[in-house]
């Protein structure tokens, strides 16, 4: 969509990095994609809503600034924010399982008056006691978290839960495929950008599994001495790693295999 | 109430044992009370609904033998029932957790077309897959396995849980203090009837935070030699057991300190 936008038109901006990989951001710059972290910087043009997606209030500042907005929202990230604004109105005490301060996150925060967000047990006294709660999940997360904080917060004096599975089956399948391959490789890469959610679980699943697991961003981050003496690489990469990035890493170690 | 019926009328029934203590049981039963196991073998007279509750199909049959109908039904386990039913018209598949064989979890089942029962682990092969699933306790059981199910059932494929929280709070507080008092106390005595779910999980707490803990029925199961050397005895007893066994055992207790 980006591409698209950017061949048609010259003020196009993203309001935060338009996906986690310093790859493909820089790539889109260089294109003509600004990237703008306040409303305030931005006088005209097209707005491109990525696809961690913004809070409505947001989306109500840039069309009173009359600026055109391309909303790119993933329509799983769209769903957890259209979940946590119905839990609200049917009076529960919406709670987000995920990281505060990933962008999907702070989205779906703004789409309630008062979300509270649990990333792990610490954040357990931010409950309300005997509540009755609404409770979602960062798209990204894995089901072994999910069901680990779920189980955390059933110890809990609460008076009714309701949970809706939003998680991502497409990053759950891929969670499991990259945990079956790490277990037949002898050493393991998984590619990404270092802010990317889902490409952070991927690797942690993966280390779990198998301790030659290494988190990259492309080929030159490789130290080439780490696959001295391995005969088989398995490459895994996150939903926001660009194909480029994949096709060459995969190119330059057949080229080092042969 | 079952005393107020007995001294007013011949042919009194509970369907089951009216409470899960041996000792009460054969006390009322002395005092006229009938324990029968089915519907059939009632002609006339007064039947007691126990604390445990009866499907709804049990007390129309009743009805319809015009029989007279005493509801003895704890009103947290009547809750449970209703809110199973309800969770089963609005499109939930019910799930209670807790023991299959107990009557309360029976008459619970006999409250909707198709309630699943998780005990544990084992019986998780029992949930559908992605299903939409609302889920009760048995009011007996601790928050502590309410959770630890919750979080198994939670990492697993589900597209909606709606928890109502059953549990009884003044089980809860029973076992909270139980555990506080077993913790100051040389020896630990639980009295209660063997069948008895929410004495069977004061035991089983009490074990854990002190081994010198003994689940008896009444003062005559107690082999004195364990309280020899000892210095404090704590005592706790399940809902069920009546005060007259607690207070025997704690007068014999007493008389032996002294």
Not at 158 to 186: H, M, W
């Amino acid at each position: 969509m980006a591409e698209k936008i950017l061949a048609q038109e010259k003020n196009v901006y993203s309001l935060g990095p338009i996906i986690h990989n310093k790859n493909e951001v820089e790539r889109l710059a260089k294109a003509g994609l600004k990237t703008v972290e306040k409303i305030d910087q931005i006088e005209s043009g097209t707005v491109i809503i990525r696809s961690h997606g913004a809070a409505p209030e947001q989306i109500r500042k840039l069309k009173e600034k009359k600026l055109n907005v391309a909303d790119a929202t993933c329509v799983l990230v769209k769903r957890v924010q259209r979940i946590a604004g119905q839990l609200e109105r049917n009076g529960y005490k919406v709670v987000i399982i995920g990281e505060e301060n990933h962008p999907e996150v702070q989205a779906v925060v703004g789409c309630g008056k008062d979300v509270i967000v649990v990333a792990d047990e610490a954040d357990l006294g931010k409950l309300p006691k005997n509540g009755k709660l609404g409770i979602v999940c960062q798209t990204t997360q894995s089901p072994e978290h999910f069901g680990k904080m779920l189980g955390i917060i059933g110890r809990c004096s609460f008076s009714e839960l309701k949970v809706i599975n939003t998680l991502c089956q497409e990053a759950i399948k891929r969670q499991e495929s990259a945990v079956q391959l790490c277990k037949q490789v002898d050493i393991m890469f998984v590619l990404g950008g270092l802010d990317s959610a889902n490409t952070r679980r991927l690797a942690e699943l993966c280390k779990k599994y198998n301790n030659e697991t290494f988190y990259l961003q492309n080929w030159k981050e490789l130290d080439i001495k780490t696959i001295f003496s391995k005969n088989i690489a398995g490459v895994t990469a996150g939903a926001s790693t660009p194909d480029w990035i994949i096709a060459e890493f995969v190119e330059n170690l057949e080229a080092f295999g042969r």
